[in-house]
């Protein structure tokens, strides 16, 4: 099975894609998994037997929307032709047996769309994986348009698996003109569950705290700084906090504000902020509450450690933090707060901490098949890996210069 995964910021993708590969491998012992992936951090997390990566060059995103090389002095263009020979090449050589694009459903730009086809051509089952929410529908519709995206989805794709359920989130494709040939296709498998692994790294030795801790992350951190600065401010303005507070500030914050929070931190006796821990689920296991944004992954760990969360989600420029949360919210899943309406009011986050360990617990709230996604994901991979691959006709050919990132 080969997994593609842009990975132009944050950790969402990989660490998703990783999860999924994790639990193939271990229900199918004749499996073998390769991730390709731009994340320049990839080399930090473990992986199982079987499973194993290939870094493509990375990118990350400016804040004016366009794309830049990530670590070579070299043209963007360069950076992307680079990058899908890279894809088409690993492709062709691992010559998979299922291949599942993580998202963008062309790639970076396009930059899958040649595999894709290839690959098609052999006969190989295209599976597009889907969060549970991409955008608001009114910001999602006219990015795919430009992208021209939908007709590629119903040309290339064999399979949809939405990582999600509807009665939480709805449809991650609401809003948008999708053929009904498309959204037959569409499998919701439920949220990825996460575990303790039973042989891990080197786990983070705290050195002012002790668990129970309440436990602030931003997953990357690239987006993150005003919810560290929230809860920074909160243990400032009260220093009769209950319990003390274990803020990991992610590895794609800027340095100097990863200096500015670890300088405060270092002047409040329980707080302890480290940068980054590969070994994210053993910090969240014994956590007595979790403050976060509530992108999927973090979203998927609350919910596997059943732990009271109070998630500050992000509004800019993507929407999709805040949908899943207020939604989770609405059922009694977690907590939400924004920092728009409180103007991060320190008093008004130090009442929320010190209410988050009364709330009740995300497991005592029923969803039927809330955490079935990778028993899901891995019944719909051994349908498709138990078919024979039928080479199929080309059916049309899209511009990889049209597709965005």
């Known amino acids: ?95 998979p047996d299922l291949f599942i694009v993580d998202k963008e459903p062309l790639g970076l730009r396009g930059e899958a769309l040649e595999t894709l086809e290839m690959l098609r051509e052999r006969g190989t089952p295209l599976i597009l994986g889907l969060r549970d929410v991409l955008d608001e529908p009114a910001l999602l519709a006219p990015e795919w348009e430009r992208k021209r995206v939908v007709p590629a989805v119903a040309e290339l794709y064999d399979d949809i698996w939405v990582y999600g359920l509807p009665q939480v989130c709805g449809d991650p494709l609401a809003g948008l003109d999708i053929p009904w040939s498309v959204r037959k296709r569409m499998t919701y498998t439920g949220y990825l569950p996460r575990t303790l692994s039973a042989t891990h790294g080197q786990m983070t030795h705290l050195q002012k705290i002790a668990s129970p801790y309440l436990l602030v992350t931003t997953g990357g951190g690239g987006d993150g700084e005003g919810v560290i600065d929230w809860v920074l401010s909160a243990y400032e303005h009260d220093r009769a906090l209950p319990y003390p507070a274990l803020l990991v500030l992610g590895p794609f914050m800027q340095s ?112 039927p098949g809330l955490l079935d996604g990778l028993y899901n994901v891995n019944r719909l991979a051994q349908q498709w890996l138990a078919r024979d691959r039928q080479p199929k006709i080309r059916r049309a050919t899209f511009n990889p210069a049209i597709g965005g990132g």
């Open 1 to 95: 099975m080969l997994i593609y995964s842009h990975d132009t910021f944050g950790l969402g993708h990989l660490r998703r894609c990783r999860a999924i590969a994790h639990a193939l491998v271990e229900r199918n012992k004749e499996l073998s998994v390769l991730i390709l992936t731009g994340s320049p951090i990839i080399g930090s997390f473990d992986f199982r037997a079987r499973v194993d990566f290939v870094r493509i060059p990375g990118v990350i995103k400016l804040r004016n929307g366009d794309y830049t090389s990530l670590s070579l002095l070299i043209d963007i263009e360069e950076t992307l032709a680079m990058r899908a020979s890279i894809i088409r090449h690993t492709a062709d050589i691992f010559d």
């Open 256 to 367: 100097e504000r990863q200096g500015e929070f670890l300088a405060r931190a270092s002047q409040l006796p329980n707080v302890e902020a480290i940068t980054f821990d590969a070994q994210m689920e053993h910090l969240m296991a014994a956590a007595v509450g979790v403050v976060a944004m509530g992108g999927y992954n973090t979203f998927c760990e609350i919910l596997s450690f059943d732990k009271r969360a109070l998630i500050v989600p992000r509004m800019h420029p993507r929407r999709e933090q805040y949908i899943r949360s207020a939604r989770a919210a609405d059922l009694g899943l977690c907590q939400m707060v924004t920092e728009e309406d409180s103007n991060r009011d320190p008093h008004l986050m130090a009442t929320a901490l010190r209410q988050l360990p009364q709330q009740r617990l995300p497991s005592q709230v029923v969803v």
